[in-house]
């Protein structure tokens, strides 16, 4: 009887691993959808203008004609609370985009280049992390003003150091694999290893810092605006609207509550969506 060739045996094949999203997760998904859609599409459900008054009773609870009550001066909450959103959720994800990309842009430059231009840049941003995020936040606004551009651009200083530290960590820790090394033993350049070679391999662990960056802009932007420091009137984020119907806690309207509530459900949401990323690397070639 003869033996088959070597080549004529079929070795089994791996079947591909699904990653089959968790409950927890598709939840999470499901509200950064929603705020999303809401802060791009709210002005178009809001029954009235922002600063419209629209009744003399201040504090009305929950009801028919205002399903979030209204607030301190008679304006409808829910349409305060749709067109708010896109304060929130704008200027914190683009302080957060800006953040992350300028972090991830100079952690990887630094673990490429290493040396003084390394050390510079990792010792003047952790003398910018030492300081505390509020304390940095309060002393720039109340210096350069509370314009929208310029919130963008203070949360996005703020967190910079963040990112640069966590995506130089991992670039270093990439830079020494098997694979890595084996690209730049073949010639090729810098600039290719770290972007075909360390980058792609870090994309998971910098989404999940992204997600909680984000949180942490959110919650910074909202104790901002209840310092009365950030979105200035007639704007209003949520963090606003929380500082300017205060008064209203005594009583428990929904007018203070309701935004307190879109404020922690979005951060609940994002960490439900951060915990269920699968966070692995893609091995290398």
Request: hydrophobic share 55%; aromatic share 8%; charged share 15%.
């Amino acid at each position: 009887m003869t033996q088959p060739a070597f080549e004529d045996i079929e070795l089994p094949r791996r079947k591909p691993r699904r990653l089959r999203p968790s409950a927890a997760g598709v939840i999470g998904a499901a509200i950064v959808l929603t705020a999303i859609a809401v802060a791009a599409f709210g002005w178009a459900f809001a029954p009235y203008d922002a600063g419209a008054v629209i009744d003399y009773e201040v504090f009305r609870p929950v009801s028919a004609a205002f399903p979030l009550g209204t607030d301190y001066l008679g304006r409808d909450m829910l349409s305060r609370v749709l067109l708010g959103a896109r304060y929130t959720v704008g200027i914190a994800g683009l302080a957060t985009l800006l953040a992350c990309g300028a972090g991830v842009c100079l952690g990887l430059f630094a673990a490429a280049v290493g040396g003084w231009p390394d050390a510079i840049l990792s010792r003047t941003l952790d003398a910018l992390t030492s300081i505390p995020s509020k304390m940095l936040a309060l002393v720039l606004v109340a210096g350069l003003g509370s314009s929208t551009p310029i919130l963008v651009l203070t949360l996005a200083f703020i967190y910079l150091p963040g990112c640069f530290r966590i995506t130089r960590a991992l670039g270093v820790n990439i830079a020494a694999e098997d694979f890595v090394l084996a690209a730049r033993a073949r010639g090729e350049r810098t600039g290719y290893v770290m972007l075909q070679e360390v980058l792609p391999n870090m994309v998971g662990p910098i989404l999940a810092d992204f997600g909680l960056r984000f949180v942490f802009v959110v919650l910074l932007l909202s104790s901002l605006s209840f310092l009365g420091l950030g979105v200035q009137p007639p704007n209003a984020d949520w963090g606003s609207l929380v500082r300017e119907n205060i008064s209203g806690l005594s009583e428990g309207a929904p007018a203070v509550i309701m935004p307190a509530i879109a404020i922690a459900v979005l951060t609940i949401g994002v960490n439900l969506l951060i915990d269920s990323l699968p966070g692995r690397r893609r091995e290398g070639h």
